[in-house]
């Protein structure tokens, strides 16, 4: 079964032409500018949270970190929104390209890595010198998610192979 | 300016061994993607040092907060090298391109914006106390600094849509059009 009508269908829609098509700053240079912005705050504050567990800003309590989730949260949903409207723009240039995939996979485990960092901090288990190694290692693996998700996204310009249905 | 323009255009592009290394295959996307890194880095650092100065996470003192800058230079230096070297290949996209222009000046004034903080606010908010609340002054500066980077991404993610064509009809006090 191939995916191809579906492509069609959602290329011809007029919010997908109205990404690609209006002469608009608002419209599809606007929407980049927003999906760097939120990838400034996404990324950029989960790379602060894990700077922070790797031993910089030692006096900047880890709980206190918390009062940033929001910024970090609201960071991640301009860039959910925005990445939709970037993909119902260029759907078969986007859902075609096995990088694209891999972006969103990064993306995933470092939001879940993010979650986890933060439960480990809130629930104050951070302490014992096992759960300090597992929230290192954490820390690490996070760092290189995003790094990788980074790339990824920035391939995307770079590797697709149709650009239309 | 526009001689200026020329004249730069001209310079870097007769001596640009880095044109010669951007333009192999894989140059140019992974020189972009460390300029996305050090973007992160840098708004990740910097952001988070304003917020706290604006009121966020109030309990943390604005010393062991101030840590996190040196990163945020990092990420900053990291994004000088990478953008002067998209600049020293294809220097007649971002000499004549409007977007640049603005890229550049609201560089210039996040950079005095950061010395004014030094000079002005430093003492005071890393004095003997820790002080919860940053002082009014702190707190513009602050919200300058988060405006004129915010402007920087947006300016720099615009780049493309602000690609100089030919010369034609009239020009301004700075060329945003490719002379013949």
């Given at each position: 079964m191939s995916i191809d009508p579906f492509l069609v269908w959602l290329e011809s829609t007029p919010l997908s032409e109205w990404v690609v098509g209006s002469p608009s700053l608002l419209a599809f240079p606007g929407i980049l500018a927003l999906h760097a912005i939120g990838m400034?705050?996404?990324?950029?504050?989960?790379?602060?949270?894990?700077?922070?567990?790797?031993?910089?800003?030692r006096g900047v309590p880890l709980i206190e970190f918390r009062r940033f989730r929001p910024v970090l949260w609201g960071g991640f949903w301009l860039n959910a929104v925005s990445g939709v409207l970037?993909?119902?723009?260029?759907?078969?240039?986007?859902?075609?390209?096995?990088?694209?995939?891999?972006?969103?996979?990064?993306?995933?485990?470092?939001?879940?890595?993010?979650?986890?960092?933060?439960?480990?901090?809130?629930?104050?288990?951070?302490?014992t010198p096992a759960a300090a190694r597992s929230l290192r290692r954490l820390a690490i693996t996070s760092l290189v998610c995003w790094s990788g998700a980074i790339t990824a996204g920035r391939l995307l310009a770079y590797t697709y192979h149709r650009l239309r249905a | 300016?526009?001689?200026?323009?020329?004249?730069?255009?001209?310079?870097?592009?007769?001596h640009s061994p880095v044109a010669t290394l951007m333009r192999t295959h894989w140059a140019w996307p992974?020189?972009?993607?460390?300029?996305?890194?050090?973007?992160?880095?840098?708004?990740?650092?910097?952001?988070?040092f304003d917020l706290r100065l604006l009121g966020v996470a109030r309990r943390v003192p604005i010393a062991a907060m101030h840590r996190l800058v040196p990163f945020g230079i990092?990420?900053?230096?990291?994004?000088?090298?990478?953008?002067?070297?998209?600049?020293?290949?294809?220097?007649?996209?971002?000499?004549?391109?409007?977007?640049?222009?603005?890229?550049?000046?609201a560089l210039g004034i996040a950079g005095v914006n950061a010395g004014l903080f030094y000079l002005t606010s430093y003492r005071q908010v890393f004095g003997a106390s820790p002080s919860l609340d940053a002082p009014r002054r702190a707190k513009v500066i602050a919200l300058l600094s988060l405006t004129a980077w915010m402007t920087v991404i947006i300016c720099g993610r615009m780049l493309t849509f602000y690609r100089p064509g030919d010369c034609v009809g009239e020009l301004g006090l700075l060329l945003t059009c490719t002379p013949k």
């Open positions: 400034g705050l996404a990324a950029g504050l989960a790379a602060v949270l894990d700077l922070r567990i790797l031993g910089v800003a970037l993909l119902i723009g260029y759907p078969t240039k986007a859902l075609t390209n096995p990088v694209f995939y891999l972006k969103l996979l990064l993306i995933a485990v470092a939001m879940v890595l993010f979650v986890r960092i933060d439960r480990l901090i809130r629930t104050g288990d951070a302490s | 300016m526009h001689a200026a323009q020329i004249w730069l255009v001209r310079a870097i592009e007769l992974i020189a972009e993607s460390l300029h996305f890194i050090g973007l992160c880095l840098l708004v990740g650092c910097i952001g988070s990092l990420g900053f230096a990291i994004n000088v090298s990478s953008g002067l070297m998209f600049l020293l290949t294809e220097p007649d996209q971002y000499i004549y391109n409007p977007s640049f222009h603005f890229k550049v000046l």
